[in-house]
C-alpha cells in the first residue's frame, strides 16, 4: 500500500478481515453475534427505511444473514454497523452516492485493526483514507480536505450503543439481552426499599 492519503477509488488493497474485539456479551465472541434491523438502526443513528433501502439497493448489505422474501429478518454484524453509521455521516455531509459506494467497498476489504486506525477525508469530490496525523496534516495542507471521520471514534460509539441493545447469536438465534445500567440503578433502589 502506498504511504500518504491516497483515494479510495484507486485503492485496490485487499487485506482480510482480523478478528473483532468489538463486544463482549458473556463469553460468547463478537463475530457470533448478529443485530436485527431496529437495533442496527438505533445504534447507526438511522431510519428503518433508510436501512432497507441501502440493503435492497445494495449500497450495505448485511453480512450475516439477508432478507429471504417476506416474514425475514436481515441480520447485521458489529462491522456492518459501523459501515452504516459512516454511510449516514457522509450523506449528511453531501458526499456523492458514487464516492461513498467506493469508500463502503474499500471498508469491507480493511482488517478491524485497520478500521480503528483509520480517518476517512473527504473534499466533496473524493474520499481519502488516512492512517496517520501526518497524512491528515499533508491533506489539509493541501487544501482538500474539507472533513474527516475518525472511523475509531465511530467504532466505540457503535461499540457503546450495541452494548445495549438486543443482539442475537447467529449459530442458535438465542437472543443477548443489552446490558443498561438504568436497569442495574433501579434493581439497587427496590433492593434499598425492601
Known sequence: MESGPFSLRDSGAGHLPDRPTAIDRGGTAPEEIGYRGPAACAAAGITYRQLDYWARTGLVEPSVRPAYGSGTQRLYSFRDVVVLKIVKRFLDTGVS?????????HLRERGFSDLERMTLMSDGATVYECTSPDEVHDLLQGGQGVFGIAVGVVWRDVQSALSQLHGERIDTGETLIGHHPEDELATR??????
Do not use: E
Open 189 to 194: 433502589r427496590r433492593n434499598r426499599a425492601v
Open 97 to 105: 452516492l458514487q464516492n461513498i459506494r467506493a469508500a463502503v467497498r
